[in-house]
């Protein structure tokens, strides 16, 4: 047994250092994520999902780029929920990127606004209308 | 997150004193009769109006609480900021891990639909009945 063990041990070591030699350190696998069956043996955290975000900016600034990030972001849980978590953690990222796309888009225009007014140029159609009613909306 | 607390405090403080700065512009100021509250750049594009607009007017009567007058410059605006702050507490606030059945009832998957069905419908509608 004792020669057996040796010999194997021997066997084992030659080999190894074989290895250390020429090959890069090999790359520790994620003991979360198991590659071939693309699925995880303990699920991953939920991802934000940027909803009550996006309803923010699709509010208060330019709508129709945020109101694609709530589609995204109502997507993160469902796919979650049904054991996607690949697509889930996409999907939060796509929401994030809607919103905050959405969000510097308003950001610039808010500054650009803030600078014409500041320059005392008003455009036409930005001045009240004649019946008292306002044509603001934003 | 991997901010420190100490930061985390002065970020808080800064964008808290930033919300009231804008609470005490849109108190004393109606966006209707000033003209550097900045119009929707959908409205001025398309003539259509999207589901924000008016949303500036509707914080201003909010903040005199008069909520009907509210609801008819904007109908989203009123629902939407109380969940809005919802959503605050629960992701910034810690709320998450206290109450996490109602995390997953206000920000699932359905609530997520009917927010979008209320938006898309909202846009429709108040452009057919004006």
Not at chain 1, 2 to 23: H, I, P, R, T, W
Not at chain 1, 115 to 127: F, H, Q
């Amino acid at each position: 047994m004792n020669e057996y063990q040796n010999s194997e041990n021997e066997e084992f070591n030659s080999q190894s250092e074989d290895e250390k030699v020429g090959m890069p350190p090999p790359v520790p696998e994620n003991p979360y994520h198991n590659k071939d069956e693309n699925q995880y043996d303990i699920p991953p955290m939920r991802p934000a999902n940027w909803l009550w975000q996006s309803i923010v900016v699709t509010i208060l600034c330019c709508s129709p780029l945020a109101i694609i990030g709530i589609i995204y972001a109502t997507r993160v849980n469902s796919l979650y929920d049904s054991g996607q978590f690949d697509e889930a953690a996409k999907s939060a990222k796509t929401a994030r990127l809607w919103t905050l796309i959405a969000l510097l888009l308003g950001l610039i225009y808010i500054i650009y606004v803030t600078v014409k007014m500041m320059n005392g140029e008003v455009s036409t159609d930005m001045l009240p209308l004649d019946n008292g009613a306002s044509i603001y909306n934003y | 997150m991997l901010l420190s607390k100490r930061k985390k405090i002065s970020i808080g403080a800064a964008i808290s004193l930033l919300l009231v700065a804008v609470a005490f512009i849109f108190y004393f100021l109606d966006p209707a009769d000033y003209l550097f509250f900045p119009k929707c750049p959908f409205l001025m594009i398309t003539g259509l109006e999207c589901p924000g607009c008016g949303s500036q007017r509707a914080i201003h009567e909010l903040l005199h609480f008069r909520i009907g007058e509210a609801f008819t410059q904007n109908a989203v605006v009123p629902i939407a900021i109380p969940y809005i702050f919802l959503g605050i507490y629960l992701d910034l606030f810690r709320g998450k891990e206290k109450y996490p059945r109602l995390e997953r009832f206000f920000f699932g998957k359905w609530a997520g639909i009917i927010v979008i069905v209320i938006f898309i419908s909202y846009w429709i509608l108040r452009n057919i009945f004006k």
